[in-house]
């Protein structure tokens, strides 16, 4: 293919991220005959700080609840706002007409959490470290 070139690069910028994202886009609009693509995100503020200090990040789209991001500072863990954070995440889900959610979480992260509120592993593929694992999750909205 004359005229094209590959690039390799390790930042991902908007020139780069637009025309993927909007190409792809356009591309399941036409073959689904849905566009209901939305980001969502629930964040945890500092009633302080007034910043952001932790929360989840993800999107809906095709029926389909993805969780991308999730984190909260070690001091805001086991007192039930990560819990709180999932369902309210999962509740906006089933309000946008999502039927199911997809995430992938590492083994020294949180799949016991998520299988504590109903996620089942579908899928486990080895990454490093040594003996670390990628848990491929999903749930029934």
Request: charged share 25%; aromatic share 12%; proline share 4%.
């Given at each position: 293919?004359s005229?094209?070139k ?13 025309p993927?994202?909007?190409?792809l886009?356009?591309?399941?609009d ?7 693509r ?5 964040v945890?503020?500092s009633s302080e700080?007034g910043?952001?200090?932790?929360g989840?990040?993800?999107?809906s789209?095709?029926g389909v ?5 999730f ?10 706002l990560?819990?709180?954070?999932l369902?309210?995440f999962e509740?906006?889900?089933r309000?946008r007409?999502c039927?199911a959610g997809f ?5 020294f992260?949180?799949p ?9 592993e ?7 470290p ?12």
């Amino acid at each position: 293919m004359s005229g094209f070139k590959l690039e390799i690069s390790d930042q991902i910028s908007e020139e780069y991220s637009l025309p993927i994202e909007a190409g792809l886009g356009e591309f399941n609009d036409a073959m689904s005959g849905i566009n209901d693509r939305q980001p969502l995100a629930v964040v945890v503020r500092s009633s302080e700080s007034g910043k952001v200090v932790g929360g989840m990040l993800g999107r809906s789209s095709l029926g389909v609840l993805f969780i991308d991001l999730f984190y909260l500072p070690p001091e805001l863990r086991a007192h039930g706002l990560g819990s709180e954070i999932l369902r309210t995440f999962e509740t906006e889900g089933r309000r946008r007409g999502c039927v199911a959610g997809f995430l992938y979480t590492i083994s020294f992260q949180a799949p016991d959490f998520y299988r504590k509120h109903g996620w089942e592993e579908f899928g486990k593929i080895d990454c490093l470290p040594e003996g670390t694992s990628r848990y491929f999750m999903k749930k029934t909205l």
